[in-house]
Every structure is written in C-alpha cells, then in structure tokens.
C-alpha cells in the first residue's frame, strides 16, 4: 500500500515539457527512470554522490521536483529541486549531465524549465550551492541571474567550501 502511494505520486507529477527536433526532452522524471538517474548521478559524482538509499528518498518521497533530460531514449541530464511546505523558495539540490553530452546547452535547458516551472507554481526565490572551484556550474548558474550571498565553509565531505547563490523568481 505504502508503495502504490509513491507510484503514484510520481505519475501525478509527470509531465512533458515541450521540445524541438533533435533536441533533448525535458521532463518530469519518471518510475522507470529510477536506474538511469541513479547511474548519471554516480558518473557524475563519484567520491560527492548521494547514496542509492538517499536518492530513493529524494526520487520517490521527498516533496521534491525531478526534471530529466532526454535524448535519443536515454537520460542524459537530471535536476532535483526540494520544496517545503508553506515556504515560498525552492531549493536545487542537484543537475547533472552526462560528461558525452556537457557543452551542448543542456544543463543550460533543465535550468531554463525549473525556472519557468517554479515561478509558474509560484514560488517567490530559489537557492543552491555550489563547489567554490566548479567553475562550470558557476558560469552557468551566474548565466541564469544566481548571486552568491554567503560562503559555506567545509560543506563538502572531503572538505570543500561552497557558495550560496540565490535567484528572485
Ligand atoms: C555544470 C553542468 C551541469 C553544465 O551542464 P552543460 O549541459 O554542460 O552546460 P551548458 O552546455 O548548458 O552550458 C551553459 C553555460 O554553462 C557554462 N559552462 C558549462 N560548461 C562549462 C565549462 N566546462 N567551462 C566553463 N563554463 C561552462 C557556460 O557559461 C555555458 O554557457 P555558454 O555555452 O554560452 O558558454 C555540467 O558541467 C555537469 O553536469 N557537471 C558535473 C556536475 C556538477 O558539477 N553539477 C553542478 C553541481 S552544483
């Protein structure tokens, strides 16, 4: 019984957003994209990744939005966004793309739709973090209007400072 309610709380949630010829799709994450996203999780993040159990939590039960990128039938990019009850800023908590497929706007895309999307659903500020030497997410994010408002000394396991950045919606 426990099961059937977060099937189907993530089939409410599922959703294409539209997309041009040859372009990747991105959508609302679905059941079956479970594996994949938990594969590109661990390319991408080797040593820094959530664990199997902590992604099963924030895929499947969390009050959260799971954006992938598709193309060509396979997942090639994903965002999580955590949301709170009665509180009017959103959190990204992940983006990955697949190291093939970086450089092609992507990343650039899935930002795009979370923005639309979250200010769509009214939410007034978004947050994340962000590896104070992970110049790529930085650029992008910067792009995209994020500031940094604070320094987050040690955030990382091994160690690593990060930066806060907000963005109004
Ligand atoms: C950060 C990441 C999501 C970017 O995805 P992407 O699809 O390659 O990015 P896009 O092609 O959409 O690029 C958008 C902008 O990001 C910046 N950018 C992306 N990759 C970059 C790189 N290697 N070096 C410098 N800037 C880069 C650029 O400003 C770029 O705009 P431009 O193409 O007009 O120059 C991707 O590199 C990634 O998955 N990295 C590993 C995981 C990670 O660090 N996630 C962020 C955690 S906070």
Redesign the pocket.
């Known amino acids: 019984m426990k099961n059937f309610k977060v099937l189907s709380k993530r089939k409410e949630k599922f959703k294409n957003f539209s997309s041009k010829q040859g372009e990747p799709q991105i959508r609302h994450a679905k059941i079956e994209d479970f594996s994949s996203f938990v594969s590109l999780e661990k390319i ?2 080797k040593e820094e990744t959530f664990s199997k159990k902590q992604l099963k939590y924030l895929f499947f039960r969390a009050k959260s939005i799971v954006l992938v990128a598709a193309l060509e039938g396979e997942v090639v ?1 994903s965002m999580i966004i955590l949301l709170r009850e009665r509180v009017s800023y959103a959190r ?1 908590y ?6 093939q ?11 795009d739709t979370a923005l639309e999307l979250l200010k769509e659903k009214g939410f007034g500020k978004v947050s ?4 104070v030497n ?10 995209k209007g994020f500031a940094a408002d604070k320094t987050l000394r040690g955030y990382y396991k091994d160690g690593g400072d990060a930066l806060h950045l907000v963005r109004k919606l």
């Open positions: 991408c993040f990019g990204i992940s983006l990955n793309v697949h190291p497929r970086r450089r092609a706007g992507i990343g650039r895309l899935l930002m994340l973090e962000v590896g992970n110049r790529a997410a930085q650029n992008l994010y910067r792009q």
